[in-house]
């Protein structure tokens, strides 16, 4: 089966760095579905605005292997690098398939450019986007369902120190959405060198940070 | 993005009929998730088993238009086909790239043949599969997410008038889930000949009913 990309997102980030790990973890986060031009069609999302979340089908674009490769097995960023759980276990994005599965929250849909505007999501900015559903709970929603070795490792978050002089910089949603992100511990996995300045860029701003585990302390934030 | 298939869905029934409208309807209904020889390899499945729920995503290779071609509205079964939505607001199978999601409870996996025993799922004998995902209920379940125009029209069951003489001939677990499978009316849409005797097979048996809504009565069950 061939996919044609019908949409691609638009994130407040300049690169993979500070994306969430899976939907939902931060809620605040601005996103928008910009769809091609074929797509443009108000009718096409009649009555969807009466849904409040949405699955977005995507493309892990910045993830793929060697065309036709793959492994059996992942190690989780969640279980530190020292474990490894069969790939269909885990949602990594390398697998036979690169589909990515999120749900977000929808806040609006602009009539005229057919723009879905979304919070939560934890996609890169210009992801590919094959598909959008609606979420029907009563066959989508599971919430005592068993997270198999996902419900015995709780994400430990950061602590953020950011300082109210670099903080009054951003915008107050911005500051809140941007703390939420560096509590998640935004870091390429396994990395612990507290004198290390990481750069990462957010809603038009470059933040600045270190990290002494488990405190993260934002350093400055420039336009 | 060109994707393979890494397995095929095995459903009890013979064809389309019967077959529920979304994954969890009939929660008892069985089905095998048979992998491709490439995929298996039981390290792929490590961890799964811990898992109540898992995600399917599969093609909807027996709905597919002209390639290329796609309608900006459809009318979904659930509205009697009065009304059209548009079609990113609805989970049709006519739509742009036809990738189908549904959520099944995972009941066991075979070690030896890779092959994964759930129930609940709405794919027909043969589905195409694209990817296998482990259910996050911290990411993926919204119980309370307003469901737009399927809040306000649900199904009307049908009574099911199922004769001891033809139930006592099916193993009493495949008689009570074919009892909701029909309750859920797997007459093609917008049918209503209260004469006409409709065929159907499930589980090797081939089942005859009629129905004079609402309600529906059993005839013959046949190996």
Same mark, same amino acid.
């Given at each position: 089966?061939?996919?044609?990309?019908?949409?691609?997102? #638009?994130?407040?980030?300049?690169?993979?760095?500070?994306?969430?790990?899976?939907? =939902?973890?931060?809620?605040?986060?601005? =996103?928008?579905?910009?769809?091609?031009? /074929?797509?443009?069609?108000?009718?096409?999302?009649?009555?969807?605005?009466?849904?409040?979340?949405? $699955?977005?089908?995507?493309?892990?674009?910045?993830? /793929?292997?060697?065309?036709?490769? $793959? #492994?059996?097995?992942?190690?989780? !960023?969640?279980?530190?690098?020292?474990?490894?759980?069969?790939?269909?276990?885990?949602?990594?994005?390398?697998?036979?398939? !690169?589909?990515?599965?999120?749900?977000?929250?929808?806040?609006?849909? @602009?009539?005229?450019?057919?723009?879905? &505007?979304?919070?939560?999501?934890?996609?890169?900015?210009?992801?590919?986007? &094959?598909?959008?559903?609606?979420?029907?709970?009563?066959?989508?929603? #599971? !919430? @005592?369902?068993?997270?198999? $070795?996902?419900?015995?490792?709780? $994400?430990?978050?950061?602590?953020?120190?950011?300082?109210? +002089?670099?903080?009054?910089?951003?915008?107050?949603?911005?500051?809140?959405?941007?703390? /939420?992100?560096?509590?998640? @511990?935004?870091?390429? #996995? &396994?990395?612990?060198?507290?004198?290390?300045?990481?750069?990462?860029?957010?809603?038009?701003? +470059?933040?600045?940070?270190?990290?002494?585990? !488990?405190?993260?302390?934002?350093?400055?934030?420039?336009?």
């Amino acid at each position: 089966m061939t996919l044609e990309p019908i949409a691609r997102f #638009h994130a407040p980030f300049g690169e993979n760095f500070g994306i969430p790990r899976q939907s =939902g973890l931060v809620e605040s986060l601005r =996103g928008e579905i910009r769809f091609e031009p /074929r797509y443009r069609q108000s009718e096409a999302f009649r009555g969807l605005e009466g849904f409040d979340y949405i $699955w977005i089908l995507w493309g892990f674009d910045r993830n /793929r292997r060697e065309s036709g490769s $793959w #492994h059996a097995t992942v190690r989780p !960023p969640r279980l530190g690098g020292n474990r490894s759980e069969g790939v269909f276990a885990t949602r990594s994005p390398y697998r036979p398939n !690169p589909i990515g599965l999120s749900s977000v929250r929808l806040e609006r849909i @602009d009539p005229d450019s057919c723009t879905l &505007y979304v919070r939560g999501a934890d996609l890169a900015d210009g992801t590919p986007i &094959y598909d959008i559903k609606p979420y029907l709970a009563y066959t989508d929603a #599971h !919430p @005592d369902a068993a997270g198999g $070795w996902t419900d015995s490792c709780a $994400w430990s978050e950061l602590q953020v120190v950011f300082p109210e +002089e670099v903080r009054r910089l951003l915008p107050e949603e911005d500051a809140a959405t941007l703390q /939420r992100i560096l509590a998640q @511990d935004p870091r390429p #996995h &396994y990395q612990n060198d507290p004198d290390k300045v990481y750069g990462m860029s957010f809603a038009g701003y +470059e933040i600045k940070f270190r990290v002494d585990t !488990p405190t993260l302390t934002v350093i400055s934030a420039e336009k």
